[in-house]
């Protein structure tokens, strides 16, 4: 075989990365020629992925149940992946924070449109015994759907809506005591912090405090906030970002809550929630009122924040 001056380039330069690590190139050479072909098994962890799913009962739509869980949380870690990208960006413009949250969009919207597969996709007589072997466990307790929220905006548009205002320039740590999410987590009958609640908080309250603080000048309101001020052109940034806004705090909340609906509602009184919640009071987006970026809706779209599509839920 003769050695090309591809060939004798490739190896020149591999001899000065080895030679600035104080490494010997032969002995990587070596490494290479013992070396195992990769495999597409072994690349993505495929066997691993498929030993994930452990139903805790017979029933064969807990499978199901388990693996969209676990699709979701997949694509909340690619979301994830982009919010790090864009909160760490030095210097960050525009095109490239537009370019990301059309990726954040694509992501929701696959979760959006493939949810019927949580609404029709079990049958709902088996869902309503295994999920009695799941308790107190709940979505709500999905740590990295909140992330989500703490890297899109000031962690005061968190807070519960009437405590907004007087908590607006409290250390995090008071706003945090005042969390939306913590009134979705109130037992029924007797007002107390659910069992799913306080496990959640035990493990993530650090994290989410230290994640406020970390992005409290790099989530995206802040930092559209910033590019405003430098003059920078957001036009096609701000429709992303109310894109961003519908798809998390609206379109996701109404598939995810038809799936409630469908599953715990039976006339006259609901079944109840795995978490112990008051979820009629709670999911539907027009009684939090979750809302990213303020400035780009007016007040009237803010006083309609969710309400047609719940009353056409409610009506099928
Ligand atoms: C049959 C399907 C589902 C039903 C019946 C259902 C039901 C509920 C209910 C009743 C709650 C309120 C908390 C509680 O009491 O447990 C909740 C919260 C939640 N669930 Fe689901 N869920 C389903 C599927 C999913 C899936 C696939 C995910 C994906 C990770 C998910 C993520 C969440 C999240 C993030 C919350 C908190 C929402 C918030 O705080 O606004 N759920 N779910």
């Known amino acids: ?6 060939i004798e380039k490739r190896l020149s330069l591999l001899q000065e990365k080895y ?3 104080g490494q010997d190139m032969v002995s990587y050479l070596d490494g290479l020629l013992h070396a195992d072909f990769l495999t597409y098994w072994d690349y993505i962890h495929l066997d691993t992925l498929l030993s994930l799913q452990s139903p805790k009962t017979p029933f064969p739509d807990e499978e199901i149940f388990i693996m969209y869980h676990q ?25 490239f924070f537009t370019a990301r949250i059309k990726r954040i969009n694509s992501y929701f919207e696959a ?22 072997s799941l308790l107190p466990a709940s979505g709500f307790q999905s740590g990295q759907y909140r992330m989500i929220e703490i890297y899109s905006t000031d962690f005061i548009n968190l807070v519960a809506k009437d405590k907004r205002e007087e908590l607006a320039t409290a250390p995090i740590e008071d706003q945090f005591e005042f969390i939306y ?5 109130t037992e029924l009958s007797t007002g107390k912090k659910t069992l799913t609640l306080k496990q959640f908080e035990k493990k993530y309250h650090k994290t989410f405090i230290e994640l406020a603080k970390a992005t409290a000048q790099h989530n995206f309101n802040a930092l559209l906030q910033l590019m405003r ?25 109404r598939v995810h809550y038809k799936s409630a609906h469908r599953y715990l509602e039976r006339k006259p009184e609901e079944i109840k929630a795995t978490g112990g919640t008051n979820w009629q009071k709670y999911l539907p987006p027009r009684f939090q009122k979750r809302i990213f970026f303020p400035s780009l809706w007016t007040a009237e779209e803010e006083e309609n924040w969710g309400k047609s599509w719940v009353e056409s839920v409610l009506r099928s």
């Open 71 to 95: 699709i979701t949380e997949l694509y909340f870690k690619l979301v994830l992946h982009e919010c790090k990208q864009i909160a760490e960006k030095q210097p960050l413009n525009a095109e």
């Open 111 to 132: 979760l959006i449109k493939s949810f019927d597969i949580m609404v029709d996709g079990m049958e709902k007589e088996q869902f309503l015994q295994f999920r009695m």
């Open 1 to 6: 075989m003769s050695i090309t001056p591809e």
């Open 19 to 21: 030679e600035a690590m």
């Open 229 to 253: 001020y430098e003059g920078q052109s957001t036009a096609a940034l701000e429709n992303e970002l109310r894109q961003l806004d519908v798809n998390v705090n609206v379109n996701w909340p």
């Open 181 to 185: 999410w913590k009134f979705g987590a």
